[in-house]
């Protein structure tokens, strides 16, 4: 659907309904379905709606300095809380500044709601100033993209906009409003009627689905719970652990699923993937098993596909029929809410009886565990390492604390070396790998969690990408904290070009952090927009600027970490090879059979 004939209609004009604007009914539908706190930016296309935004006290509307950053502040606001998050632009550039975070949110599976202005109906496809056909833009990365262009069915859609973001596979959903929609009047009628033919997402799993999972659980010998952030979404946290503490079996959790699953727990052993902990990425490659629990077998973390986990046979449970068998076929397929599906899983499980002992498998992975910790090589050029920043701002900050990374190698590092306890801690751009997410999804998820601290992990690269949300979080008093590890380069691509390139750094280099040249100097740029800046550039000043970050509540903290361009992320496996070429550092790797 994607014009205003398929907008579900309110009922009939009613005497005693409401006259309003287009516009106002924007407003007043925020309202009423509990929107609290909205990012954007105006313009022309979506002028009538700023002006009864403008008196509206129950709407707190928050102006960026980019789109883009609207976008991702609605995605860590909805990260952050499991709520909506909204964002708000005008047609033309403004949406299309939008498509990024859309895509983001797309990929990561965040419930948003963007709403964009569009020209005039009479003007659409004549090439009108800032017109883009926004619709079609973003209907390969929504769940849905709505056009109206009549005031009457604005609540409707918006009302729709909500119930598909938030429910199935979250996701986000354009709402595009035409100006002329916008200005004339209609009847507000509330609650509208919401119909949406052909959308009923699956919540309750088929039961002879759940007790096929159960007896094959119960006949494994080397079972592998595989953690994704569908778990996070559904909020199945609990649910989870109930049910590894009674099968007993190993958990990972992916890059999304960080804090679904307490690290401190002994059943955890880490994130798999490209980057994940060598027990987590054999514990998946010599399984008999894989219990997939909203997880999408994604390339980061199968490698070659074809050689990912020979032996197993596979559980896999999403709410997205699309998902299951996309990758890795499914022994046992199973659609459902995970929520549902891990409480049904659980007495299923309970109900089997006798189960197999795999005493022996967990040998073997404790064995791992003692022969490859995580850990890092100290650096040799007398600059800070970055694993050891990392560390220390997750064990000052503590497991409450909300951590947003950018993307990159500082992204690995704060997955892998700060502890998540908890769901909704640890927010990052994963299936797109966004640079320049953490500033803005770091003030979003402030907003939605005001009494957290929230810390802004980013990189010197990605932090020149947004970094203009400063001037946002100091205005609105938003007080991020800013953690730069700052290299110098963009590390993870320089990574790459050191392994696989010959060591050719081809325009990585970006002159931020090392000498006496800074371009730019982060600090006079941190301070210049009004936050607290500090630079560290000795091991013994790194826990003091922690510190003070943290007890400064009252603007943006910024903190530029000089730290090392020859650090890198271990372990790793090389992109498309098999998992068992895990390199636990550079020149050390676990001897694996060459064919396996």
Not at 38 to 47: C, D, K, Q, T, W
Not at 413 to 436: D, H, K, V
Not at 456 to 471: H, K, S, Y
Request: aromatic content about 6%; glycine content about 10%; proline content about 7%.
């Amino acid at each position: 659907m994607s014009d205003a004939s398929a907008v579900p209609r309110p009922p009939a004009r009613t005497a005693s309904a409401p006259q309003y604007t287009g516009a106002e009914a924007v407003v007043r539908s925020l309202e009423l379905l509990g929107v609290t706190d909205v990012f954007g930016l105006p313009g022309g296309a979506i002028m009538p709606v700023y002006d009864p935004l403008m008196d509206d006290e129950a709407v707190r509307h928050i102006l960026v300095r980019h789109e883009q950053g609207a976008g991702h502040a609605a995605e860590g606001y909805a990260a952050a809380s499991g709520k909506v998050g909204v964002a708000i632009a005008t047609s033309g550039p403004g949406a299309t500044n939008l498509v990024t975070a859309i895509a983001d949110a797309y990929t990561d599976s965040v419930p948003i709601v963007c709403i964009t202005g569009q020209v005039f109906s009479t003007l659409m496809g004549m090439d009108a100033f800032q017109a883009a056909d926004i619709v079609g833009i973003t209907m390969p990365i929504t769940k849905h993209s709505f056009l109206v262009k009549r005031a009457e069915d604005i609540p409707g859609a918006i009302a729709a906009a909500f119930e598909i973001a938030s429910t199935g596979r979250p996701g986000p959903v354009l709402v595009d409003i035409t100006k002329d929609a916008q200005q004339n009047t209609a009847p507000f009628i509330w609650p509208p009627k919401v119909d949406l033919p052909g959308y009923r997402p699956v919540t309750k799993a088929h039961g002879k689905q759940i007790q096929a999972a159960a007896q094959l659980l119960a006949g494994a010998s080397k079972p592998v719970l595989y953690v994704g952030g569908g778990v996070i979404r559904s909020g199945a946290s609990e649910e989870l652990r109930t049910f590894a503490d009674r099968t007993g079996a190993p958990v990972v959790t992916t890059l999304m699923a960080r804090g679904a699953f307490p690290d401190s727990h002994p059943h955890h052993l880490g994130m798999p993937g490209m980057h994940g902990t060598v027990p987590a990425v054999l514990a998946l490659q010599e399984a008999d098993l894989i219990v997939a629990l909203g997880a999408r077998f994604d390339d980061r973390v199968t490698g070659k596909a074809s050689l990912f986990a020979p032996n197993a046979q596979v559980v896999h449970v999403d709410i997205d029929p699309a998902e299951i068998s996309k990758i890795r076929t499914a022994d046992v397929p199973i659609v459902g809410d995970l929520r549902e599906v891990l409480v049904d899983l659980d007495a299923a499980f309970a109900a089997v009886g006798e189960t197999t002992d795999i005493s022996e498998w967990w040998t073997y992975l404790d064995g791992l565990r003692d022969e490859y910790p995580l850990g890092y090589t100290a650096t040799t050029d007398g600059l800070l390492a970055p694993q050891h920043v990392i560390t220390r701002i997750g064990e000052l900050s503590g497991p409450e604390a909300v951590y947003v990374a950018g993307v990159g190698q500082h992204q690995m590092w704060a997955a892998q070396f700060i502890s998540y306890e908890r769901p909704n801690a640890w927010l990052n751009s994963g299936g797109a790998g966004t640079m320049g997410y953490s500033v803005p999804a770091a003030m979003g998820a402030k907003v939605a969690q005001p009494d957290r601290v929230v810390w802004a992990i980013d990189g010197d690269g990605c932090f020149q990408m947004t970094n203009q949300e400063l001037a946002t979080c100091v205005i609105n008093e938003i007080p991020i904290k800013v953690a730069i590890i700052n290299n110098s380069s963009l590390g993870m691509v320089r990574q790459w070009q050191t392994l696989f390139f010959n060591g050719r750094h081809s325009n990585t280099d970006l002159n931020t952090g090392h000498g006496t040249a800074r371009i730019p100097d982060f600090v006079k740029l941190a301070e210049a927009y009004g936050c607290l800046a500090i630079r560290v550039e000795k091991e013994d000043e790194i826990d003091a600027a922690i510190e003070l970050a943290l007890a400064t509540n009252d603007r943006p903290v910024v903190i530029d970490f000089v730290v090392s361009a020859d650090a890198m992320v271990w372990p790793m496996v090389p992109q498309g090879v098999s998992n068992n070429y895990v390199q636990y550092a550079k020149d050390h790797s676990p001897a694996f059979d060459e064919e396996a």
